[in-house]
């Protein structure tokens, strides 16, 4: 048990940030992101204190959270803050975004189906084909090919939308991660 | 060798491509400048998608709601290189706790003693507490699903009303609605009724186009017993006025306007797939609610609506937007309403339910009928027989 805990720990110290980043290109609010972090670890405690596979655990926390945000955003689409008559509540606060990029970039990623989004989302990450993969469950070989025409679909959905994307004009090393 | 094809570029762009494809696209232009691209894009997609957002500093872990005290008890124990729970040591249950003073940080923490038992039941207690009840207790008074918005809006519309309710509304037909009245192009109106509800059937209608013309104007009068519709067809007017049969008690269109909602929400909300938000309107808090393909029960439906919204004042569930567009009877249709006034319990003046003369209307009158558009031919048709005979 104490293994289990120390492992959880240090992948909580390691992935906590990366997971929360990732919820929150997924989900539209902070707390619903906060949540999708609660339930990812709290479900790794109980996958490690049960003996579970750790063979690939970065790419089973990221499956496990891109399940999480999907069940929230769902849930969000069906369930609001009740607001009753005269309250002025105001709704939870987005993501804070101070030149809009996240913004314009979740509405362009809104647009496009839910698997671009979230292989577009892992591979922001910086998961590798093979974890992108687990995550996603789809083939390894397939990876690729759905994620050049997941960018490509982001891409146009950007322009679409009249953004412009700067860094697109920047010199880039070719397979820098 | 061949050029790089979409997927080994993206995944030289990904740093997953073999040595071969990356010698390739270093020796040919093309490839290198399509791969140079390509890695900007993917550079864009990752600065885009992942925002610099960090962890709350107080975030913390459910479990450990309760356990602020402990958490520090344990911090302390573990600065020693020993597990330690609140005045107890051993082997027990297991927690997930984050500090104050380390963010994004958490303890799992072993614990236990003679009374092991005790303490796991009670932090089980609180983790069922703090994880099952208060989030139970909180759903319960602080949420509301947009089939409860759609359910209570539907029971606005339907409630019983007093005294007279003025609307003013735009009204937007397509399909068969609009080709059912061919004057009028684009199928967009302007729309006043009033309503009598302390006195059943009284109500008058009157439809105008953007710029203010007349459309037509149709009115009931139980107490006049008098039934007037005026409306124009290729410039001229007229204007059919007939007694109303004692006991006739048919349908207003202003009925037929609100069943015809009301029946659009109640197929909205039987849809298991309502998107909700919240917007902020002009007079406070809206909820907008959509679906995006509904039918009416069996393969083979009567009625289908392709996409239907409505927007809702949270205020008293009334509706302000509503659109739908969709197949009745195989026939497309779409009907688009906005509020724009609606006054219940308005004062109006006793002619307010009159229709107004239009200049160089033809009059018809006569007795009528429990159905209006039968009154409407049937007279057309004997007034054109008298003038027939006159000739």
Redesign the interface.
């Known amino acids: 048990m104490q293994r289990s805990t120390e492992a959880a720990r240090d992948l909580f110290q390691a992935h906590g940030t990366a997971i929360y980043r990732f919820a929150a290109v997924l989900v539209r609010h902070r707390e619903d992101a906060e949540d999708v972090v609660q339930e990812t670890f709290m479900k790794l405690l109980r996958h490690l204190e049960a003996g579970g596979d750790t063979t690939n655990l970065r790419g089973w926390l990221f499956t496990v959270a891109a399940h999480a945000a999907r069940d929230r955003q769902r849930r969000r689409a069906r369930w609001i803050p009740w607001a009753p008559e005269h309250e002025t509540a105001v709704p939870p606060p987005s993501l804070e975004d101070e030149d809009g990029r996240i913004r314009s970039a979740r509405t362009a990623l809104g647009r496009l189906p839910g698997r671009d989004r979230l292989l577009l989302a892992l591979r922001a990450q910086g998961l590798s084909y093979r974890e992108i993969a687990s995550a996603a469950s789809i083939q390894p070989a397939s990876v690729g090919r759905l994620l050049a025409r997941a960018a490509d679909r982001w891409a146009a959905a950007v322009r679409n939308d009249g953004g412009s994307y700067a860094v697109l004009e920047r010199r880039t090393t070719p397979g820098a991660r | 060798m061949q050029c790089l094809n ?12 073999s040595h071969e494809d ?1 010698a390739h ?1 270093a020796s040919c232009a093309a490839c290198g400048a399509r ?2 691209a ?14 610099p ?4 500093a107080d ?1 913390r ?3 450990e709601a309760t356990g602020e005290q402990e958490g520090r008890a344990v911090a302390a124990g573990e600065q020693e290189g020993r ?1 330690v729970a609140t005045g107890e040591t051993g082997n027990g249950a ?1 927690r ?1 706790r984050a500090f104050p003073g380390e963010s ?7 614990e236990g003693s003679r009374r092991w038992i005790y303490t796991a039941a009670a932090i089980a207690a609180s983790l069922v507490a703090v994880l099952f009840v208060v989030p139970a207790v909180r ?1 319960g ?6 089939s409860e918005i759609l359910a209570k809006s539907v029971s606005q519309l339907s409630a019983v009303k007093r005294g007279i309710e003025v609307m003013e509304y735009e009204l937007v037909l397509g399909g068969v609605p609009k080709e059912m009245i061919p004057d009028q192009v684009d199928g967009t109106y302007r729309v006043w009724q009033a309503i009598d509800h302390d006195v059943p059937g009284r109500f008058r209608f009157a439809s105008f186009t953007a710029d203010g013309r007349m459309v037509s104007s149709i009115s009931e009068d139980p107490i006049a017993k008098r039934r007037v519709a005026a409306f124009s067809s290729e410039g001229q007017a007229y204007r059919f006025d007939v007694t109303l049969p004692s006991g006739a008690r048919n349908m207003s269109l202003p009925e037929i306007e609100r069943l015809h909602m009301e029946a659009s929400i109640a197929i909205m909300q039987a849809s298991g797939n ?5 917007i902020d309107g002009p007079n406070g ?1 809206l ?1 907008r609610i959509e679906v995006p393909r509904v039918s009416s029960p069996g393969s083979n439906p009567v009625w289908d609506l392709t996409e239907a919204r409505v927007l809702i004042d ?2 008293d569930y009334s509706v302000v937007e509503f659109a739908v567009q969709g197949s009745l009877l195989k026939s497309p249709y779409s009907l688009s309403y906005k509020q724009i006034r609606h006054v219940v319990g308005a004062s109006l003046s006793p002619d307010a339910f009159a229709v107004p003369s239009q200049p160089g209307e033809i009059v018809v009158t006569g007795e009528g009928s429990a159905v209006p558009s039968h009154d409407i031919v049937v007279l057309a048709l004997r007034a054109l027989a008298q003038a027939k005979r006159a000739r």
């Open positions: 979409d997927e080994r570029l993206q995944a030289l762009a990904d740093g997953e491509g990356r696209a791969l140079r390509r890695a900007a894009l993917m550079t864009s997609i990752e600065e885009a998608l992942n925002p957002v960090e962890l709350p975030f872990l459910k479990a597990a297991t997930l994004r940080n958490f303890r799992l923490q072993a759903k008074d602080t949420t509301v699903s947009a309502q998107l909700v938000e919240t808090r909820y949270s205020r």
